[in-house]
């Protein structure tokens, strides 16, 4: 079965990860844009791979896919849970980890991506260890911090030893779930360090599976000879 296919990244990370496919970079202009993207390109069903905290990207998806009378499905990974030794404390958003870190000094890993690390300058007692896919333009208003410039996935060993350099006292991370970024959690547990734990925003209304080869599934039972 020969299929047409685009792929389309966000355009946050100056170079992205190349792909076997033709790619487009940036946003659509909302789900109004999305519509007419869908529309112009002739595309019949739809993939939403996002980062499970891009609710918005998943919002317009949904809703112009709907107005657009296109099929989509949604690859989303499944979340991690604790397990024996873990030590985590859960929190509903950036704003509720920022707001339980108001107390004593510490040294922290803040892996949770560049957006949001302003959302910490109300808690500027800590040392912040900071990782970055790229060297941001301007230095975050953070008093202490560290800035490491590096691209995953990570191995367990590899994150022990960055938290044991660092003398991290407490991990922050989103719960994004898969392979591919749990080393951090893996070492945490292993040092027995607490992790604070961003939930995950809720996802809209969809159909929604957890692996690639459901994925392909969909597309074999529902795909014609047009582009996808």
Known sequence: MGLRATFSYAGRVAQPIAQPLP???GGFGGAAGLIDY???????????????????ISRNAVAACATADVPLI??????????????WTRVPDVAGAARSL???????????????ISVFETVPQHHYLLRFVDAPNTRPALPRHDIIIDRGPFA????????????????VSRNAGGEGARA???????????VLMIDRPEPSRRHE????????DWISHSVTDRGV
């Open 38 to 56: 869908l529309k112009h390109h002739s595309v019949t069903h739809l993939i939403d791979a996002t980062n499970p905290y891009a609710a918005q």
């Open 184 to 194: 951090k959690i893996d070492a945490a547990r292993g040092l027995g360090l607490p």
């Open 23 to 25: 790619t487009r970079t």
């Open 102 to 116: 108001d107390g004593t000094p510490m040294r922290i890993f803040l892996a949770i991506g560049r957006t949001e």
């Open 74 to 87: 949604a690859l989303a990974r499944p979340p991690w849970t604790p397990g024996p030794g873990d030590r």
């Open 156 to 171: 367990e060993a590899a994150e022990r030893a960055l938290l044991e350099t660092h003398r991290i006292d407490l991990l």
């Open 209 to 216: 599976v957890g692996t690639v080869e459901e994925v392909l």
